[in-house]
């Protein structure tokens, strides 16, 4: 059982949280104000730091803390730090990035890692174990971390819009379309990830038709939604 400490906004360490908590020891920290006396006591028995926020907050936090995290796991999840971002805030640690996908009630999750060169073998098996208990773990180049990254991000903005389309679609009854629809992409997911294809989809054409034209604006609006957050 790992030692987790995880920083940034109680709103943020929720998911998060509650997907470590069911295998390890989780404690979590406002990342804005820590309790400097008890982070220094904290800090001696965790195993992994996992760091969640915005950048600005993140830069300011490790102005207090980057010294008293020798040769500790630092897992960032705040979007725009580089691993050489990350190795300047932190230079006496071992740092990472990480890509939760998805965060929230769920009971698994895909978790993406890069990590830098200071990482030894054993330090990677800490990351898989810690991860590894409450989903599936990915290592990855961080180049291939940052392109994974944008797809996903997406990908999830896409799903939104056509679940929310799918819904509307249904009306009155769209409470108990919602119930159903939800086990739908449950069902295709978990699919997917074994690698099994259902044999046909049925199709109704009428259905197909009323939703055909919003569906694909959605579509294109996620996209360009995306595209636009690119640097």
Known sequence: MAKILILGSCAQQGGLATLLSRSHQVSTADACAPNHGKF????KCIDIFFLWGDESRSRILADDIWHLLRNKLIVSLVPGLSLGNLKELYPLSKVSRCKLCIEGAVDRALFIFTTDRSYSDRDTAILRGAAG????VLFVPENVFENLSGQVD??????????????????SDRDLYSFVLDWILYGMGSAG??????????????????????????????????KEKKP
């Open 40 to 43: 220094i006591e904290d800090a």
């Open 133 to 136: 208990a409450s989903g599936e």
């Open 154 to 171: 997406a990908s999830r903005a896409i799903l939104e819009e056509v679940q929310g389309i799918l819904k509307e679609s249904m009306g």
């Open 193 to 226: 990830i074994s690698g099994e294809t259902p044999e046909h989809l049925e199709r109704s054409s009428s259905n197909a038709s009323r939703i055909a034209d919003p569906l694909g604006q959605a579509v294109k609006n996620a996209l360009n939604a995306h």
